[in-house]
Nanobody, 130 residues
Framework: QVQLVESGGGSVQAGGTTILSCAVS????????LGWFRQIPGKEREGVAT??????????TYSDSVKGRFTASRDHAENTVYLTMRGLTPEDTGIYYC?????????????????????WGQGTQVSVSS
């Protein structure tokens, strides 16, 4: 069973930058989808970014709410994925999760729907103050 552990986040000033990490216990080199999601109080869990791996290609997708501000990346040697979050606003406050599934991406990338993912990390809080 694959395990994911998020780290990073914390309290950030509006306009600032923070980087989340997600360590994956299983290699993700051949085909998989790694997703970053957030849970804002009172709202449904929202997919914000995905990394789709279908060797040798990598696909990235972003939600409209974070496109141009957030960047997903990975260090495949370390089985770690990252979410660099720039231009943060108080509306970005929430619990951020990483998740994985091993079907892999289509040519249009990985889904942003949380129902597509099998394994989840415990989440890490990001709080943005104005």
């Amino acid at each position: 069973q694959v395990q994911l552990v998020e780290s990073g986040g914390g309290s950030v000033q509006a306009g600032g930058t923070t980087i989340l990490s997600c360590a994956v216990s299983r290699a993700t080199k051949s085909q998989s989808c790694l997703g970053w999601f957030r849970q804002i109080p009172g709202k449904e869990r929202e997919g914000v970014a995905t990394i789709g791996i279908r060797h040798p290609s990598t696909y990235y997708t972003y939600s409209d709410s974070v496109k141009g501000r957030f960047t997903a990346s990975r260090d495949h040697a370390e089985n770690t994925v990252y979410l660099t979050m720039r231009g943060l606003t108080p509306e970005d406050t929430g619990i951020y999760y990483c998740a994985i599934e091993f079907t892999g991406p289509s040519t249009s990338g990985c889904p942003l729907s949380s129902t597509s993912y099998n394994s989840w990390g415990q989440g890490t809080q990001v709080s943005v103050s104005s």
